[in-house]
């Protein structure tokens, strides 16, 4: 090095400076990618991505590789850094070529290509990748021992380097890379994907239409008047039983309406004749596990039971799928009946309405891990069935009860605009 002229040995320097910005770009352009996204472009054919992502299968061999060129190169420019400095200032030059050529390695070859590797990731990996091929074969045996001993010591922590298994997304995470994803997904896009998230964590007990609701036909009630519920009937399935839900026969499917109204001599006997079988379910079956059911069951409809067998509700098909792609019938106004606006700023309230539809209409966040309606809810905060004009906060919500009849609250006035987190 000492026949080397001043010139050259800069040219050196400059070269080496070039290297240790290569080896720091390609190391945090490679950690930067997105692993996704380069496994989509690998599975499309694109030759680049199929080679770097054979190399971040050991990103322990990868990191090796780099760091060692890169330790050598930068070691390599602060002994040029020395001989030029001694040339110029003498033995004390040495302290200050070590000031300076920090400065320029952080500089040049450590945060500026790490900042631009880091914008664009992708275009520094694929445009690293062939290079580090090649180097990865002439400095194999070194690359293999720093590994070995690397990888020896982690081991001695629990930490296996070939255990590669973090990449994997847990649910929370897909949650918050579909929030994130931004104007790449339509926001109702994102909406039905999050749902489809949550269908696991809500279940038939917080869609189902209460017993109390369930539209039926009862064989003890007059002909005509079974006549009249069929000809008005809004639905596709309506439920047959004696006196009461609980002595269930069937369902009658709309199919079967116009040979029920045709019957000569009819009588209300005569709509067992025409029923489906009935379909049960148990209650607390996440609506995952419910959907699935109903598709390899090729059924819509069924009626929710608890441990002892007794009815609690009505759960369909469509109650589902409305969890997951919005509402797309007449619930849409069945909810806005439910809850009124009024002119003071307050809400009235149909206290039967559930907590997830009263939700989903204020964009409230009242909970929904326990009762499963308004009236539940006020019901288990006082521990008592209230009287009309009793006052209440829940969640932050000034709530008054405004009618309770037959041990149910019926109607509640809620004011929004005091709500304040508690």
């Excluded at 439920?239 to 199919?255: I, K, N, S, T, Y």
């Excluded at 390899?296 to 759960?315: A, F, H, N, P, T």
């Excluded at 009793?390 to 005091?418: A, F, W």
Aim: with cysteine.
């Amino acid at each position: 090095m000492e026949t080397l002229s001043t010139g050259t040995l800069f040219i050196f320097l400059g070269i080496l400076l070039l290297l240790s910005a290569f080896f720091s770009s390609s190391e945090t352009g490679m950690m930067s990618l997105n692993r996704y996204r380069l496994r989509h472009q690998a599975k499309q054919g694109n030759n680049k991505a199929k080679r770097v992502s054979e190399m971040l299968k050991r990103p322990d061999k990868l990191l090796g590789l780099i760091l060692l060129g890169n330790n050598i190169v930068n070691i390599l420019a602060s002994a040029i850094a020395t001989v030029i400095a001694i040339r110029f200032w003498g033995e004390g030059g040495i302290f200050a070529a070590t000031l300076m050529l920090t400065f320029v390695v952080l500089i040049f070859a450590e945060v500026t290509p790490k900042t631009l590797a880091a914008l664009f990731p992708e275009k520094i990996a694929f445009f690293a990748a062939p290079t580090l091929n090649f180097l990865a074969s002439i400095f194999y045996p070194a690359v293999k021992l720093i590994n070995f001993l690397s990888n020896g010591i982690l081991r001695m922590f629990g930490v296996k380097p070939e255990d590669n298994s973090g990449d994997q997304l847990s649910q929370d995470e897909l949650r918050s890379v579909v929030n994130e994803a931004g104007a790449l997904i339509p926001s109702r896009h994102q909406h039905m994907l999050l749902s489809i998230l949550d269908l696991e964590k809500v279940s038939v007990d917080d869609i189902m239409v209460p017993r109390n609701e369930i539209a039926g036909i009862d064989l003890d009630d007059d002909i005509e008047f079974i006549f009249e519920q069929i000809r008005n009937s809004i639905h596709t399935r309506l439920l047959v039983f004696r006196e009461d839900v609980d002595q269930v026969q069937g369902f009658l499917h709309a199919r079967n309406f116009g040979r029920v109204l045709e019957t000569e001599d009819p009588k209300p006997e005569d709509l067992l004749e025409h029923l489906d079988p009935i379909y049960y379910v148990p209650q607390g079956t996440p609506l995952h596990t419910q959907l699935m059911k109903f598709q390899r069951k090729r059924d819509r409809v069924g009626l929710v039971v608890d441990e002892y067998g007794d009815i609690e509700g009505l759960v369909t098909l469509d109650d589902i799928l409305e969890e997951i792609v919005g509402d797309f019938t007449t619930e849409i106004s069945a909810i806005n009946k439910e809850v009124q606006p009024q002119q003071d700023g307050s809400l009235l309230v149909d206290a039967t309405i559930t907590i997830r539809d009263l939700n989903r209409s204020t964009k409230w966040q009242l909970p929904t891990e326990g009762p499963k309606t308004l009236n539940g809810l006020i019901t288990e905060h006082l521990e008592a069935i209230p009287q009309s004009g009793t006052c209440v906060r829940l969640h932050g919500y000034p709530m008054e009860v405004l009618q309770v009849k037959d041990n149910l609250i019926k109607s509640v006035r809620i004011i929004p605009n005091l709500y304040q987190v508690q």
